[in-house]
């Protein structure tokens, strides 16, 4: 046996030995993410678009979102989307709305579900990347 095909089931091996690697827990759970669609679709799809792609507000999703929230905790996103938004009405969302909003909003920017709520506490431990 030649020397790269032992090297190759060198690695094989340790990869096999290691077992699979454990996925990261997502800040939010399911049911937040599809409470959040909801509510995104009645607060925030007027002017933020389906998926929220940008319309009359800003994209919140991709390089927008990650060059207007990148490096602040998911504590921070939500501060500011209670103080600001809706537009028409801000500091109207109650946390029962806000933070499945921030889920739907954080699954857009390939954020995924885990086995725990987002709240105030959780989220200010989870970072957006930049």
Same mark, same amino acid.
């Given at each position: 046996?030649?020397?790269?095909?032992?090297?190759?089931?060198?690695?094989?091996?340790?990869?096999?030995?290691? /077992? =699979? #690697? @454990?996925?990261?827990?997502?800040?939010?759970?399911?049911?937040?993410?599809?409470?959040? $669609?909801?509510?995104? *679709?009645?607060?925030?799809?007027?002017?933020?678009?389906?998926?929220?792609?940008?319309?009359? /507000? =800003? #994209? @919140?999703?991709?390089?927008?979102?990650?060059?207007?929230?990148?490096?602040?905790?998911? $504590?921070?996103?939500? *501060?500011?989307?209670?103080?600001?938004?809706?537009?028409?009405?801000?500091?109207?969302?109650?946390?029962?709305? @806000?933070?499945?909003?921030?889920?739907?909003?954080?699954?857009?920017?390939?954020?995924?579900?885990?086995?725990?709520?987002?709240?105030?506490?959780?989220?200010?431990?989870?970072?957006?990347?930049?």
């Amino acid at each position: 046996m030649n020397f790269n095909k032992k090297l190759a089931l060198a690695a094989f091996g340790a990869a096999m030995f290691a /077992g =699979p #690697a @454990l996925a990261a827990e997502g800040p939010y759970t399911q049911a937040q993410l599809d409470k959040g $669609t909801s509510e995104y *679709n009645t607060h925030c799809r007027t002017c933020h678009a389906a998926k929220g792609k940008g319309a009359l /507000g =800003p #994209a @919140l999703s991709g390089d927008v979102f990650k060059k207007r929230f990148g490096g602040q905790s998911v $504590t921070d996103v939500a *501060n500011w989307i209670h103080e600001n938004m809706p537009q028409t009405a801000p500091k109207s969302l109650s946390d029962e709305q @806000l933070y499945p909003i921030v889920a739907y909003i954080l699954s857009l920017n390939d954020f995924t579900p885990g086995q725990a709520d987002l709240t105030k506490d959780s989220g200010a431990a989870v970072k957006i990347p930049q």
